[in-house]
């Protein structure tokens, strides 16, 4: 049975559809809400390199150079990730026209909240997500469904087409495979 603290959709799933997206490789600095996508990941690691960052900073910095070097990654970080990396994002991604491609997950968000308006949200680190994401005109997308899941290789194809970061936001904990 499902916890209301978790989503539909599985770190399993998720890892399926990276892969399915041509990834190859998986920057991040690990984060709670994306925990069992990390454990996923471990099962497929001949297939998708993991690389442990120690910022978001170094993270979109490592995501750029394997742009570079052709290889297709994905940034796997939480929302006050995110803030703390945002100089390394707009250089990177937003100044540069990488298609950087990033996986968020909303820590802090309430039960109470989800399903309703983040700005409804009484914690600032949820509240500041979807405005900020507007400001710097970066296409965003929420998984919550295993429906959800094609917006994995709609955020590749739109990073790639306008050479620009695009954002997946979940807003709950991924649910662990059976």
Known sequence: MRSEKESDVSGTAVADALEAAGVTFVVTVPDWVQLPLHRALEDRKDRIRTINCCSEHEAFMMAGGLYCGGRRAAIVIQNQGLY???????????????????????????????????????????????????????????????????????????????????????????????
Not at 93 to 110: K, S, Y
């Open 84 to 178: 703390a990396g945002l100089n390394a994002l707009r250089g990177v991604g937003l100044d540069a026209g990488t298609p950087l491609v990033m996986l968020i997950g909303q820590f802090g968000r309430e039960a109470s909240n989800r399903g309703e308006n983040t700005m409804a949200s009484s914690r600032r680190v949820v509240r500041l997500l979807d405005p900020l994401l507007e400001l710097l005109d970066i296409p965003t997308w929420r998984i919550d469904s295993q429906e959800d899941m094609p917006n994995i290789a709609k955020a590749y194809r739109l990073a790639e087409k306008e050479a620009r970061p695009t954002a997946i936001v979940f807003d709950r904990n991924m649910r662990w495979s059976n």
